[in-house]
C-alpha cells in the first residue's frame, strides 16, 4: 500500500506557496502521493479556490520523489489539446512523477458547470471524457493526432516534448455501480472507486475492474479515500493499492492539515 496526502485547494490552501510547503513536508513525513482537488468554485462556508495546475508545479519544483497530480480532473470542461501541453509539462518538471486522475464531474456541489455554461447531462460529459483522453494517449505519443469526433477536432497536430516515461498514469473515478465508468477505468491505469461503504464493496468493484481489463497481469492501481485515522488494513485486503486522505471542505484549516501531513502515513 501507499499513502497520499489529498487536499481540497480552498480558503487557508488556496495559495500555491502554502501547497509548496505542504509538499515538502508530506516529502519529508514519508508520505508517497501528494494529490490536488480540481474545482472552479465550492459551496459555503468556502470562498477561495485555488488553481491545481498552478499549485502542482510548485510542489512538483520543490520535492523530488512524491507522485502528484489532479485528483480528479473533470476533463470535459478543458480542452484536451491544452491539457496535453499542460500534462507533459507538468511531468517533464516533475520528472516523470506526474498522475492524471479523471472522471466525469458533477454540477451539484457547486453549480460550477451550469453557471459557466458547460455542459451538465452525464452523458454528454462522458462522451468528451473518452474522447479527451483518446487525444490525450495520442498526444503523449509523439506521433500525428487526428481526431474528428462529435465534441473536438485535432487535425493533424504533433505534440512535443513527450513525457519523460512516455506515458502518464491515467486513474478513472467511478461509481461502483456503473458499468460505463468501469469499462472506462479498465483502459487505463488505475480506478478510483468514490462514495465507497465498505471493503466488500471495494472488492467487488476491484473484481468487475479485473474482469474487463484486456490484460489483468499488467500493474493496475486502486485508490481509495479514507478519513485520517482510519485502519486501511480491511481496504488493502479488498483490493486498494492507494490509500489517500479524505478531508472534509467544509471544516479545512490549515493548520490541523499541517499536523496530519508531519505525522506521516497510517504504517
Not at 512538483?60 to 500534462?87: D, F, Q, Y
Not at 506521433?143 to 465534441?151: A, D, E, L
Not at 472488492?203 to 489483468?216: F, I, Q, T, W
Amino acid at each position: 500500500m501507499r499513502s497520499a496526502v489529498w487536499l481540497p485547494l480552498f480558503d487557508e490552501l488556496a495559495d500555491p506557496r502554502v501547497v509548496a510547503d505542504l509538499a515538502v513536508e508530506a516529502e519529508a513525513a514519508g508520505w508517497d502521493g501528494f494529490f490536488v482537488w480540481d474545482q472552479l468554485d465550492w459551496r459555503a462556508p468556502v470562498t477561495a479556490v485555488a488553481d491545481p495546475w498552478v499549485c502542482l508545479a510548485a510542489a512538483a519544483a520543490v520535492t523530488n520523489r512524491l507522485a502528484l497530480g489532479p485528483m480528479v480532473s473533470p476533463l470535459a470542461r478543458r480542452r484536451p489539446t491544452k491539457v496535453a501541453r499542460e500534462t507533459v509539462s507538468l511531468d517533464r518538471l516533475s520528472d516523470g512523477r506526474l498522475v492524471l486522475g479523471v472522471g466525469v464531474g458533477s454540477d451539484s456541489f457547486a453549480r460550477e458547470y451550469s453557471r459557466t455554461g458547460e455542459p451538465v447531462e452525464d452523458r454528454t460529459r462522458a462522451e468528451m471524457l473518452d474522447e479527451s483522453l483518446e487525444i490525450l494517449r495520442s498526444a503523449w505519443s509523439g506521433g500525428v493526432v487526428r481526431h474528428h469526433g462529435k465534441h473536438h477536432l485535432v487535425d493533424g497536430m504533433t505534440f512535443a516534448p513527450t513525457p519523460v516515461r512516455g506515458h502518464i498514469p491515467v486513474w478513472v473515478a467511478a461509481f461502483p455501480g456503473n458499468l460505463r465508468p468501469l469499462r472506462r477505468a479498465a483502459r487505463h491505469d488505475g480506478v478510483f472507486p468514490v462514495n465507497l461503504t465498505s471493503p466488500d464493496q471495494l472488492a467487488e468493484a476491484v473484481a468487475r475492474v479485473g474482469a474487463l481489463r484486456a490484460d489483468p497481469e499488467l500493474p493496475y492501481d486502486v485508490a481509495i479515500d479514507l478519513t485520517p485515522g482510519t485502519d486501511p488494513a480491511p481496504w488493502v485486503a479488498a483490493g486498494a493499492t492507494w490509500v489517500l486522505t479524505d478531508v472534509d471542505p467544509a471544516t479545512l484549516r490549515l493548520d490541523p492539515v499541517r499536523r496530519m501531513v508531519r505525522e506521516g502515513p497510517a504504517s
